[in-house]
């Protein structure tokens, strides 16, 4: 039997491969669970994440929101932000409209982010414009690294030998 609309089928594969790909691969480093209420819409919630000597900073792109739609949790070592982007055309203008995309992004998102080492959230700071929330926290003092200064005892020397570097960041 033939397919009538092949093109919806290869789409469709390809959006499994996907899923399977990002269900496998990535919980390690992160995990986006989308609302199944409401239409079924999810909305995407892009990231950049990194690390300096001192902070962790998170970047998202969360448009069509206000500051206080953003909810933010961070422990230990896991940052989560959650919120709703509404859809940007209301149902009376979309009623009678012949759609032919509709990729803005629309709906609730969670998204939690596990990080390679603990942060510091009572010294975290966010900040929101233009549609880019830019969240910087601090790593936990016990993520980084110090140095452990050797003493020598016994005998009659009493220098110290060269200091050690630490990196007190968790093997697992």
């Known amino acids: 039997m033939a397919t ?10 390809r959006d499994a491969v996907d899923r399977i790909f990002t269900e ?18 999810r909305a995407q919630l892009p990231l950049d994440v990194y690390a300096n000597e001192d902070d ?9 929101v206000t500051p206080d739609e953003i909810e933010i949790t961070a422990e230990r070592n896991v940052v989560t932000l959650s919120g709703e982007i509404r859809n940007a055309v209301t149902s009376e203008e979309a009623k009678d409209a ?9 709906g609730t998102f969670r998204r939690s982010v596990r990080l390679p080492f603990e942060v510091d959230s009572a010294k975290a700071e966010a900040r929101f414009e233009n549609g880019m929330l830019r969240l910087t926290l601090p790593k936990a003092e016990a993520a980084k690294p110090r140095q452990i200064r050797v003493q020598v005892t016994g005998g009659e020397s009493t220098t110290e030998t060269p200091a050690i570097t630490e990196d007190a960041s968790p093997t697992s």
């Open 4 to 13: 009538r609309y092949p093109v919806t089928t290869v789409f469709s594969v």
């Open 24 to 41: 496998s691969v990535s919980p390690a480093i992160s995990q986006s669970i989308w609302s199944a209420g409401g239409t079924g819409a």
């Open 56 to 64: 962790v900073v998170i970047l998202a792109a969360i448009p069509g």
């Open 98 to 106: 012949r759609w032919y995309l509709h990729e803005l992004p629309r």
